[in-house]
């Protein structure tokens, strides 16, 4: 067991939450003290260890078992394998993983861990059984394992947050999508180091679109150009096209149709360079209708 690994899993944890190390050390111990458990040079009492794990969200065990590699590497293991399905949209497989580690201790005693199976329960309760009230209800309750206060959401609380926004965009209630993506966006604000940074460009990417399906296309512009500049920002190029093909859908939309096919045209260009084909056709199609017959063929990516 390799305690130095706590001091490193307190700094990250508090970055997290968008915390100094004033604010953690608050009522606790002093800055310095934090400063020295943070650099490994030296180690907590258990009391101590206690009032931290308990501003921070976690149970004390947690620390005790993040300091344990081969736990620790299992259940990175198992979350980069349900964000890995996730992607593919394999939610029976997702499921699967999910029950079965229901029953491990691991995933049981740990909050953090229980709160990234409620996470994923809650995206299978809808995507596999279309029920959207239990599958809110189970997201809210996992964002309540580690909520400590309405001021301030940790990266996983803003993700677990703009998943119940794709499930209203899902359903057409926009206006609520809106809502939930400006909350996350304003929480988002508040952490200085995004350890994700695409979850920033999602919000965007799923608000831009909401606009779009209320008729406010101008907005709609604003929110992609404000996603773009992101992804330049964070040298990421996720839904880098995507959000190039919003703003040429709202052109087209708004009949400015020059500018509809110059973003267009970009939007292709960027995902044949990640060599993503998938929506080859379908942009190919959209352009030459564009240029033929403006008023038709219009639809988003999907």
Known sequence: MDFSIIGKEIKFLRKSLGLSQKELSKDICTQAQISKIENGEVYPLASTLYLIAKRLGVDINYFFDVSSTPNLTYVNEVSAMLLHLR??????????IVKHEKKNPIFNNIPKNKQLLLWYEGICQYELKGD??????????????????????NEREIEILNSI????????????????????????????FLIDATIKTRIYYN?????????????SLEVCRKGIDW????????????LHYQIGYNYELLEENEKAVFYIENSLNVFLLQKDEK???HIQRKLELLRNNPLDNKNELS
């Open 207 to 219: 608000l831009s679109k909401s606009y779009t399906r209320l008729g406010n296309y101008y907005k």
């Open 165 to 192: 926004a794709v499930i209203h965009y899902d359903n057409e209630e926009f206006e609520k999508v809106i809502i939930l993506s400006e909350e996350s966006l304003n929480h988002l604000a508040k952490i200085p």
């Open 279 to 281: 929506y080859k056709k």
């Open 132 to 153: 959207k009230k239990a599958a809110i209800e189970t997201l809210k309750k996992a964002i309540d394992i580690s909520q400590l206060n309405d001021k301030v959401y």
């Open 231 to 242: 992804c330049i920002s964070s040298n990421t190029l996720s839904l880098f096209a995507e």
């Open 87 to 96: 992607t593919k949209r394999e939610f029976e497989e997702i499921w699967r």
